[in-house]
Structures are given as structure tokens and as C-alpha cells.
């Protein structure tokens, strides 16, 4: 069974402080990681998808990257405005249509 | 583009009634789907459709009907509420159903609530 599995499941930090958010995954076969934001009382907004081992991609003060086994989301000196949930899935390749497997995100607060 | 609405954005009903969850995209993309996100679960599959006149069965199924009658429209059908059916739903689309790492965009969601 595809598992995704998010640490840790809240994180605060001061303005300034830079950290990482943690996605490990057991798929049979990943075709792909998204990552997206949530904010209170909205939907997932998309920011990255990786396709294998060793991509990296960028955004602001968003970094992702990906290894076989989990994928992190680097974030540097980052705002207030970068509080939300983060959210992680995949998409395995056993599966014909897209099925995305979701892990229970991270919330992040920055304090000013 | 108004992307993916989703109405009501909150809902209250009592054990046994049943009510349509309403989705639609303007993007004219063929792949949709509901999603019910509850605490420390996070968000899980209950339908979803690859296009006008095919839908399948997700992760969590059971309790709930969907149709699609056209590209744009994917209504969540619950018959007889019940309290585990308390949640919040969302609804995404994406361009092909068959380009498995295709971006899928959520509406904002409908927040039910089952007394």
C-alpha cells in the first residue's frame, strides 16, 4: 500500500530562520511528488512537482528536493506570510489514471 | 478563468438527508475529482472521473454518488448523510487524466457538517 508520511506535523519559527520540512514515501513506482500550500479555509495550491532522484526545484524562498526515499522542503529565511500548511503526495506507477496519495502536511507558523 | 468553484462553501444537515456537493471548472479539463480532507488524515480520494460519462471509485467510496454528464460539471452526491461524513471536500481537476504527474488544481472547498 502506497504510504506518505509528513514530519513534523507543526513547526514554529522566528522570521529569519530557516528549516526543512521532512515527506517520506513508500510507493511501488513513483512517477511524481507534488508539493502544495494550504492556507486556512482554502484549497491546496500547487508549487512543485519532481519526477526522480536528485531533482531540484525552486521558488522564492522554496527549495525542494527529492531523493528514492523522501523528499524535503527547504525553506530559507522565510516570512510570515510563508505560514500555512504544506502538503506532500505522490502519484504511483502502478496507476492508471492520476491517484494522488496525500500525506497529513506540516503547518508552519513564522513568527515575526 | 474562474478555475474550480465549489458550492456551498458550508453546509449543516441532519442524519439521513442528502444533498449535491457542487464542482465546476472553466479549463475545459477532462480530469476530475473529489477529495475529503479530515484532521490527521489528511486528503483522501473518493471519486473521480477521466471525462463526460466516466467516473471510477477512489480510496473512500463508500456513502457517496458522482455522475458527469459534461466536461465542466462533477457533483458529489451524498444520499443519506451521516456524522462520519463530517468533513471538508474538495474538488480538483487537471488537463489529461492520463499524464499521471498533470498538476491538479483544488477549488476552496465545501465545509459539511452532520448532526
Known amino acids: 500500500e502506497d504510504q506518505v508520511t509528513q514530519s513534523p506535523e507543526a513547526l514554529r519559527l522566528q522570521e529569519g530562520e530557516s528549516s526543512s520540512l521532512n515527506c517520506s514515501y513508500t510507493v511501488s513506482g513513483l512517477r511524481g511528488l507534488f508539493w502544495y500550500r494550504q492556507d486556512p479555509g482554502k484549497g491546496p495550491e500547487f508549487l512543485f512537482t519532481l519526477y526522480s532522484a536528485g531533482e531540484e526545484k525552486e521558488k522564492e524562498r522554496l527549495k525542494a528536493t527529492l531523493t528514492k526515499k523522501e523528499s524535503f522542503l527547504h525553506i530559507t529565511a522565510p516570512k510570515p506570510e510563508d505560514s500555512a500548511t504544506y502538503l506532500c503526495?505522490?502519484?504511483?506507477?502502478?496507476?492508471?489514471?492520476?491517484?494522488?496519495?496525500f500525506g497529513q502536511g506540516t503547518r508552519l507558523t513564522i513568527n515575526p | 478563468n474562474a478555475g474550480v468553484t465549489q458550492t456551498p462553501k458550508f453546509q449543516v444537515l441532519k442524519t439521513g438527508q442528502s444533498m449535491t456537493l457542487q464542482c465546476a471548472q472553466d479549463?475545459?479539463?477532462?480530469?476530475m475529482s473529489w477529495y475529503r480532507q479530515d484532521p490527521g488524515m489528511g486528503l483522501r480520494l473518493i471519486h473521480y472521473s477521466v471525462g463526460a460519462g466516466i467516473t471510477d471509485q477512489g480510496e473512500v467510496p463508500n456513502g457517496y454518488n458522482v455522475s458527469r454528464s459534461t466536461t465542466e460539471d462533477f457533483p458529489l452526491r451524498l444520499l443519506s448523510a451521516a456524522p462520519s461524513q463530517t468533513s471538508v471536500y474538495f474538488c480538483?481537476?487537471?488537463?489529461?487524466?492520463?499524464?499521471?504527474?498533470?498538476?491538479?488544481?483544488f477549488g476552496p472547498g465545501t465545509r459539511l457538517t452532520v448532526l
Open positions: 479549463m475545459n479539463h477532462e480530469y
Open positions: 503526495a505522490v502519484q504511483a506507477g502502478d496507476q492508471g489514471a492520476q491517484k494522488l496519495v
Open positions: 480538483a481537476s487537471s488537463y489529461s487524466p492520463w499524464i499521471s504527474t498533470d498538476t491538479q488544481y
